[in-house]
């Protein structure tokens, strides 16, 4: 399947990664993060004072998963999507806000920030992130893959999985 | 597809775990979680109702390790068995780079491994993906039922061109686990290198 995916490469990462710290301190938010529709993360910004985040790679997992299952419930009602996605718990809260068809910027905060503020600064950081990747002139190089890739992904599988046997 | 992230220098593969309900596919994601060594998984992440059937899906992130520079990693997924959760199978399905097809080898369950299957094809579709393109293993699981059926009976309802690797297990018991998620992170490799 081709998946559409953003090419966060070169000056265009540093502009991204500039845009992230810029939301973080705006908004007093703890952690950003762009993340594809399959769940992987692309980039992420944590707040020097923010904790030790809980593991990323299940966050944009079921961050992800939960916003295809949203966009499945608005179907049923007509609907493209829902305009916003917002989560507040007691203490921790998340906001996330699309980056076209590619991405999802998502935004986590606790109560030391106000939910207007971030909702703004990802919002503001959104539309950024989309001209920096509308202007992007560099594209990731083309990567090679010579016999010694399969030999090397043969060696590791073996070392995790034990010897194939064919 | 495969994710590369050249700024992280990741390569990132979606493996699902398809099959009808009860074949065995969340055991599969636990025996595998309980076997790999702590530096290379994540967490384990299950959405599933009180009784313990997956409701959304299970997760686990695998690290393979470096190959050509870039840090290797699949992200396993499960889908919901019963009939009714084709919705959430859907979802889960989206950008799948290989699929481990669990089947059940209790004869009561031949029909139902066989609508799995077609809806495992028609759920590909809607993705404009055809089965054929997606590297795919079968797991004949729950070998030692003792009226398991022939593998020859399920490879003919499952695989009638003989096309598929198919790989006998019993996950319950960890074996012929670790056997089909090899079969297909090596397939899905070997894409990505054609691809190139």
């Known amino acids: 399947m081709l998946e559409p995916s953003l090419d966060l490469y070169g000056s265009t990462f540093d502009s991204v990664d500039g845009i992230l710290r810029e939301l973080l301190a705006r908004s007093r938010a ?26 990323f790679d299940s966050f ?9 299952a949203n966009r499945a419930i608005a179907n049923l009602f007509g609907e493209d999507g829902f305009r916003e996605t917002v989560q507040q718990g007691a203490e921790v809260g998340t906001y996330l806000e699309e980056l076209g068809a590619e991405a999802l910027l998502v935004t986590v905060f606790d109560t030391t920030a106000q939910l207007g503020r971030v909702k703004i ?3 503001h950081a959104a539309d950024a992130i989309r001209v920096a990747l509308e202007s992007a002139e560099e594209a990731p190089p083309a990567m090679e893959f010579d016999a010694d890739f399969q030999q090397d992904a043969n060696a590791l599988l073996d070392g995790l999985f034990g010897t194939r046997q064919r | 597809m495969s994710t590369i992230n ?23 994601l636990k025996q595998i979680y309980q076997q790999v ?18 409701l959304f899906f299970d997760f686990l992130p695998l690290d393979l390790g470096k190959v050509n520079g870039f840090k290797t990693r699949f992200h396993l997924y499960t889908v919901p068995g019963q009939v009714f ?22 004869p009561a369950r031949l029909r139902a491994n066989a609508e799995s ?22 797991q004949a699981n729950k070998r030692d039922l003792p009226e398991a059926l022939d593998l020859s009976m399920l490879k003919a309802v499952l695989d009638p061109q003989g096309k598929v690797p198919v790989y006998e297990a019993v996950a319950a018991n960890f074996e012929g ?5 090899r079969g297909v992170a090596t397939m899905v490799l070997e894409k990505l290198a054609q691809r190139a």
């Open chain 1, 30 to 55: 703890r952690y950003a993060l762009i993340i594809d529709h399959k769940g992987f993360v692309l980039m992420h910004a944590r707040a020097l004072w923010a904790p030790k985040p809980p593991s």
């Open chain 1, 60 to 68: 944009a997992t079921l961050v992800a998963s939960n916003y295809a």
């Open chain 1, 121 to 123: 600064a990802t919002k």
């Open chain 2, 6 to 28: 050249f700024s992280a220098r990741e390569i990132n593969f979606k493996i699902v775990y398809y099959g009808p309900g009860l074949s065995g596919k969340t055991t599969n």
């Open chain 2, 37 to 54: 060594p702590a530096e290379s998984k994540g967490e384990m992440v299950s959405l599933a109702t009180e009784d313990e059937r997956t």
């Open chain 2, 85 to 106: 959760y084709n919705s959430s199978r859907k979802l889960i399905l989206r950008g799948v780079d290989g699929v481990v097809f669990v089947a059940d080898s209790d």
């Open chain 2, 117 to 138: 299957l077609r809806n495992l094809r028609e759920n590909l579709q809607e993705y404009n993906m055809r089965i054929s393109d997606v590297p795919l293993v079968i």
């Open chain 2, 177 to 181: 686990v670790f056997e089909p998620l």
